[in-house]
C-alpha cells in the first residue's frame, strides 16, 4: 500500500477504516455475493484513486451493482429501524418498493434496474 499522506481514510497509522459498525444483516451467502462488489470497487475504484492518484478509472457493470447493493443494505437496514422504532420517519419509505428489484438484479435474475 502505497503512503499518500494524511488523508479522511487513513487512521494514525496509515491503514485505511474498513469497518464501521455492525449489525447482523444478511445471511452468509448474501454477505459472500456482496463481497464480490465489494472487493471490485475496492480494487478498482477505491484503491486506484485513493493510494495511486488515479484521475481516472475504468469500470464496468460490477460498479453499478457495488452502488445498487449499497443502497439496497441501506434502505433494509432503514426499514429495519423503522420497524422497531416507535418514531416513525417515512423520509425514505418512497424506496421501499425497489427493494426486490434491486434485489434481483443483484443477485443476477435480472440485467435491469427500476
Known sequence: MKDSGNHPFY????????DGYKIPLLCQEAETLLSRYEKYFSQKIFRPIVYD????????SNLLKFVVSLFWRCI???????????????SLEFLVPFLNEWKQYIIGNTDSIA
Open 53 to 60: 492518484n488515479e484521475k481516472e478509472v475504468e469500470y464496468d
Open 76 to 90: 433494509i437496514d432503514y426499514k429495519n429501524f423503522v420497524d422497531n422504532s416507535k418514531e416513525i420517519d417515512t
Open 11 to 18: 487512521s494514525e497509522g496509515r491503514r485505511e477504516h474498513k
